[in-house]
């Protein structure tokens, strides 16, 4: 039932605890629409019921001050328990509540434990859930098992409402009715996306439950159709002309959506001059048509190892606005003069169009860096002038690159050593190798350059006071902080009294090379607020820069492709007051919608990567491997695999592997015979146990 107005009514009581209301000011209070009167009458009549709103003799409305509430995000933990922030909510508390609900919870205090008891669901995460359907014997009902290991309650599906789904199919369920009491949630089959182990039904399992589209709306279609294929002279017009210069780019050797080129060149002995050439994705992507409409509700491109679920469509990713070498393109560019501090003298953002001379990838520059191999141009300007300028330019490129990150490193930008994971899959989908995935200094440039670039951009238009889409990360929290400190001081390091970034990247400089390492970094990484998109310029705390925003992927993120329409507008003096407050309206929007729908495809990127990982270790049961021990608890330990594949060993059971002793919280263990394992330590394990469904890898102690 929709109750889409419990979780304002109950805001609108907590602001004013000893407030009385009558229905009409509360109505007029939360804009409550005439074709909405009932579903809010019935919001605020469950209120009631619930005890958390009473009403008066004279027919007002007040909030029960006896109770001791909280409103907060149900998080669910796979074994029962959950948290409202950091408030402890047992099973038993739980009150049907599902992972990521707003709930309001009473706080509960007893001898010195507190606990929280979810007393009201003021609004559902989820009302579609991805799983496995178990058809029972008599084949007249059956029930979904959840993708999500936090949604540990299984969904009823009567008689009629399978879609003839056969057992261990993969299915989408929309849910009917929540569950209440000892009712169980029921369910009805919407989709059935095969069987649980053909090949792509995995991918279609999670792009469903983390609600991504892999295809676009026949408005978009159409109106992708339209566009020529080629530039008319007419959209040249007050560009630079930028064609003849020495741009080139460096990608992944499989990459296809290239949206930043480079130049560089060396104006005296201490000055460089980068320029950074962006797709100008905004020319083809009109304010609110179809195409930036689905754009803006994508947020971002999803990459899941290899697919891809572009923000946009191929004949625009690909095509239209990639970088493609030797083909003219409409870009936005920076041109910077950088002297040999890292310092940016002087710069210019313009319209332009370039020609790039070549798609450069990552492997062969680093390697021709190295001397290993040739440097592979494309092959019209192979034994040219161009060839020659383009090894001069890679030249300069790595020394200011070094001279940036030197700059950064100074000011005590936090630079994480976490190894990332290349994962090759066959042609039925299953993993061939995982492995480390190298980055060398060519990734390096690249980065460093557009770091620059995007604190350029923020600066500039944060000191004209034009709406624009910030990229901030806010500072830890203290209390975090605290536990970081804690965990290091126990693993025998020395703590520091502030926790500015420089102080916490000499922390990293000290565990550098050691086997702690990898852990280390995750934990502080962990300590770290999540990035976001803001309308504020907050700074960047991981970074250490005081403005920030993302400029450089427009092909592959919205907010990107918004500012760019503020940069244009600006550049052409297109900037009327009535534009400007409806840039303010629409930044607010968007740094919402993006943060959210960025992290939504990070947990879709991640899940994919597990269930793969999973896979690969499926057939090597039994076996032995050396791993890092990278967290240790009350109830396991985890090990991390030189190939970054991690797995856990359970140290709670009874026997064997039971009556493990906890020597420093988070860091070591002792077992029964005395022996201590420690984070950091390297220890033999063996397969043990694999489970893709849980996305669980499970190793045992040799």
Partial sequence: MNTKYKEPILKLFLNSPLKKFTKVSLKQKLDVKENEVYIFNRSLNDLIEENIILKSKKNKYFLNTNLDLYLGKFIQNPKGYGFVDKLFIPPRNINTALDGDIVAVRIRQENDTIEGEIISILRRNTNTIVGTYIQEKDNKFGFVIADNERIISDIYIPDGNSLN???????????????????????????????????????????????????????????????????????????????????????????????????????????????????????????????????????????????????????????????????????????MNINSNGTVTKYEICESYISSK????????????????????????????????????????????????????????????????????????????????????SNKIIEEFMIVTNEVVAEHFNKLKIPFVYRIHESPKEEKLTTFLNFIKNLGYETPSDFSPKTLQNILNDIKGKPEERTVNLILLQAMQQAKYYQDELGHFGLAATYYSHFTSPIRRYPDLQIHRIIKDYLNKNLSSVKLE?????????????????????????????????????????????????????????????????????????????????????????????????????????????????????????
């Fill in 165 to 335: 789904a056969k057992s261990y199919d993969k299915v989408i369920v929309k849910i009917q009715r929540y569950a209440e009491g000892t009712k169980k949630m029921v369910g009805k089959v919407t989709e059935v996306l095969g069987f649980k182990n053909e090949i792509g039904v995995d991918y279609l399992s999670v792009i469903s439950e983390y609600k991504i589209n892999d295809k676009f709306s026949t408005k978009t279609k159409k109106q992708i159709e339209k566009i020529p294929d080629k530039i008319k002279d007419s959209e040249l017009k007050n560009r630079q002309d930028l064609t003849d210069m020495c741009i080139f780019t460096i990608d992944g050797i499989d990459s296809k959506d290239l949206d930043d080129a480079i130049s560089i060149e060396k104006l005296t002995k201490s000055q460089y001059r980068l320029g950074v050439h962006i797709a100008d994705v905004s020319h083809y992507v009109k304010e609110d048509s179809p195409l930036d409409k689905e754009a803006f509700n994508r947020g971002t491109s999803v990459y899941l190892i290899d697919k891809v679920i572009p923000m946009l469509p191929k004949r625009l990713s690909n095509n239209l606005c990639s970088l493609n070498p030797l083909e003219t393109r409409l870009t936005l560019s920076v041109f």
């Fill in 358 to 441: 070549s798609k450069l990838y990552y492997e062969n520059v680093n390697k021709y860096f190295d001397n290993l191999e040739e440097l592979k141009v494309d092959k019209k300007i192979k034994n040219t002038e161009m060839e020659e300028k383009i090894k001069q330019s890679l030249s300069y490129a790595k020394e200011l690159s070094l001279i940036l990150k030197k700059k950064r490193q100074k000011r005590g930008a936090l630079d994480f050593q976490l190894d990332e994971c290349k994962i090759k899959l066959n042609e039925y989908d299953k993993p061939i190798s995982v492995e480390v995935n190298e980055r060398g200094i």
């Fill in 582 to 702: 409806r840039y303010r309206k629409k930044v607010v929007n968007t740094a919402v919608v993006s943060s959210k729908k960025e992290r939504l495809a990070q947990k879709a990127e991640e899940n994919y990567e597990k269930i793969k990982k999973c896979e690969f270790m499926e057939d090597k049961l039994g076996q032995k491997f050396t791993g890092v021990i990278t967290s240790v608890s009350k109830t396991n330990i985890k090990v991390l695999l030189p190939n970054t594949i991690e797995g856990i060993i359970y140290i709670k059971a009874n026997g064997q592997e039971g009556n493990y002793k906890i020597l420093q919280e988070n860091c070591s263990v002792e077992n029964p015979l005395g022996k201590r394992y420690v984070v950091g330590d390297n220890v033999e394990i063996k397969l043990k146990n694999v489970s893709i469904d849980e996305k669980l890898i499970l190793f045992e102690l040799v």
